[in-house]
């Protein structure tokens, strides 16, 4: 059980899509969470399949879709951070690093959770990774949290090696599918397949809940 669990990242299913295996594992162990996001998803471009939303219904959509997933993953505190999608890489940088530094002062975490900077691929991720180990580098080294990150560019095992965080989420497997499924506009075409896996035959099924029963990261050495 950690004492506080800080998730930082920048969009809406960010939280569930990277990590939320991790971050159901840590809810069900009596862990408080907080989610810190930095943008609602404004410009993404998944509408749904098919299309139930636009330019303007997308974010107060995605807010709702964050909501019913944090409610399946566990999370109870939630924080919009007010940001735009998409412009992270054009904030002052010591901006991003005081508001995380703030948030860091006043949840005392354990252990914070965001993307491996350098190999998260987009420019959001990448700023706002970039951000929270500058923020956690500062402070004195036995006060540091411990910072664990998530890695998906094609070349990050290759750099970083094998993960060395690895959880067994066989206990929590439905929690991380239902915040799956309630990010609907980003997640659909994931969600069919999944469920004719689930609804399909025996090894079919033992296939998809095998896909969300272990989850793998990076502790991050500073």
Not at 46 to 52: D, E, I, L, T
Not at 144 to 173: M, N, Y
Not at 184 to 204: C, F, I, P, W, Y
Request: proline share 5%; aromatic share 8%.
């Amino acid at each position: 059980m950690e004492r506080h669990v800080l998730v930082i990242f920048p969009h809406p299913d960010d939280e569930t899509l990277a990590v939320g295996g991790a971050i159901a594992l840590h809810a069900q162990a009596g862990s408080p969470i907080t989610y810190a996001c930095f943008t609602l998803g404004q410009m993404g471009r998944n509408m749904g399949n098919p299309f139930f939303a636009n330019r303007e219904t997308l974010p107060k959509i995605r807010e709702q879709e964050l909501r019913n997933a944090c409610a399946f993953l566990g999370i109870q505190d939630l924080r919009l951070m007010g940001f735009r999608d998409k412009t992270l890489e054009f904030e002052d940088p010591e901006l991003l690093v005081n508001t995380i530094s703030d948030l860091i002062a006043e949840l005392n975490p354990s252990l914070v959770i965001t993307y491996y900077p350098g190999f998260c691929v987009h420019p959001d991720h990448e700023s706002l990774a970039a951000a929270t180990v500058t923020a956690i580098a500062r402070m004195p080294q036995d006060r540091r949290p411990k910072l664990q990150c998530q890695a998906f560019s094609r070349d990050h095992v290759e750099a970083l090696g094998d993960r060395d965080v690895i959880l067994d989420t066989h206990s929590v497997w439905e929690a991380w599918y239902n915040a799956i499924k309630a990010h609907k506009t980003q997640t659909a075409n994931r969600v069919e397949q999944m469920e004719k896996d689930l609804h399909g035959d025996a090894a079919s099924r033992q296939s998809a809940i095998d896909s969300l029963s272990t989850i793998g990261l990076y502790t991050y050495r500073f």
